[in-house]
């Protein structure tokens, strides 16, 4: 089956399984999508079990502006050929929080550079790709990856800002925060001061 083909089919079980109360919902919370079937998430890990993890289908769902195709690109893409520049140019098309979230979740933590885009991420102007650098660095801390002293010195410097910026990113900021105090008892301490500090 080609391509073209495959979306095809992707789109048709995507309307079938589409969930209006739930995609009004969003709407009505101010997440816009050009096309939101409402799909929930469990009916998408069906949809996608039943496809190939494969570079080329990723790429164009992502490409499509539809809150479902932008979910399983994450979940269809394979981690070895989604290179660098690839994911820039996914957080340069990264519309909300939700796929943000989602993204992070299903395939920028299983990147073999992950820790290195976190970084610069959280260090970036943009408040989408600081939501992803935080997001992706509690996933790590979560798998138990330990930062050298330069790496934690930085994204508790970054962090003791981001308690500034806005809810999603301070919310971000937060989360990576305690999951790298799950570290040890000097990660313990050193968040716990960043987070007094800003009266958390």
Known sequence: MD????????????RLSMNGVASAYMRQNG??????FGVELPRLREIAAGLPMDHDLAQALWKEDIRE?????AMLQPAETFYPEIADIWMDN?????????TVMNLFCRLPYASQKAYEWIAADDEMRQLCGY??????????MVPNERSANEFIDQARTALHASAPVRRAAVSALQKYQELGEEAFRAGEKVLEEAGL
């Open 3 to 14: 391509l073209q083909e495959t979306l095809r089919r992707i789109k048709t079980e995507l």
């Open 31 to 36: 997440v816009e999508y050009k096309l939101n």
């Open 69 to 73: 195709c932008k979910l399983l690109a």
């Open 94 to 102: 990264m519309p909300n929080a939700e796929i943000a979230q989602h």
């Open 135 to 144: 997001l992706l660095l509690a996933r790590l801390f979560m798998k138990g």
